[in-house]
């Protein structure tokens, strides 16, 4: 037990150390600014129908569950803003994240694990190239950046997916819905819970970043690199997510509403 204790605090504290690095990293010269724009194309660009495919098919989902208890009260009005307050403030980003750690951590923890087993970083640092700058730091820096932009998508998409949904069963024309939609919806409901994903992309972008560059063992350690990159994030990611909603609503004391 103590043995898997003092391993578990030593991982802790070798991922923490390397978060550190990427902070201390960022600001510093060069910015490697073509390899970030890649790295936004590659894991942003390519994500996007599966958020949006998710984005739709939960909106619709969530409307017709919404409206199954509703119909109790006679409150079916209210559903439009019901399942946008629920997108915006919990389910989009927190689905968005789960959905990123599993497509774009396993990539990047299986595509930095390639290259250091078969010693493609050792082959950029025998060139003079910082392998920590350009494979690692971009690549945070693209997750931080194109979360909250993924949340957003996904967002909107839900809401068309719950139209979709309402339409077919009440025939609601698409004007009324979006009116509805944004009546209850505030400033402090949208922005902060999209911001949060930027930390979201952060973990993800670490862990997966951490987990590939200190791979070990050959192909094998590269598909368990992989995977515990999609699980250790995923968990993270949770864990965060309660962090975070409990220090929104100390900011924003109006977003408990």
Not at 111 to 136: C, H, P, T
Not at 151 to 168: K, Q, S, Y
Not at 234 to 245: A, D, E, G, R
């Amino acid at each position: 037990m103590k043995r898997r204790l003092h391993a578990l605090l030593l991982w802790a504290g070798e991922l923490a150390l390397f978060s550190l690095r990427v902070f201390r990293d960022a600001p510093r010269a060069p910015r490697e600014g073509a390899e970030i724009a890649r790295q936004i194309f590659e894991i942003g660009w390519r994500s996007l129908p599966l958020i949006l495919a998710a984005g739709f098919a939960v909106g619709a989902v969530m409307s017709m569950h919404t409206r199954a208890s509703l119909e109790r009260f006679g409150a079916e009005a209210l559903i439009p803003a019901g399942l946008a307050l629920a997108l915006f403030k919990e389910t989009g980003p927190l689905v968005t994240g789960l959905l990123f750690s599993g497509r774009v951590g396993a990539g990047i923890g299986a595509e930095l694990g390639a290259m250091r087993v078969s010693e493609q970083i050792d082959a950029l640092e025998s060139l003079a190239v910082d392998s920590f700058k350009y494979l690692v730091v971009t690549r945070v820096a693209a997750c931080v950046l194109v979360l909250p932009i993924l949340t957003t998508a996904m967002n909107f998409t839900g809401i068309i997916g719950g139209f979709v949904a309402e339409t077919v069963i009440s025939g609601m024309s698409f004007a009324l819905y979006w009116e509805r939609a944004w009546s209850l919806v505030d400033f402090t409901d949208y922005v902060p819970a999209t911001l949060k994903t930027c930390v979201f992309g952060f973990i993800v972008g670490t862990v997966a970043s951490y987990l590939g560059y200190n791979t070990k063992g050959g192909a094998e350690g590269v598909g368990q690199a992989s995977t515990r990159s999609v699980v250790l994030s995923s968990i993270l990611l949770i864990v965060t997510n309660v962090v975070l909603v409990k220090a929104i609503f100390f900011l924003f004391p109006s977003a408990q509403g």
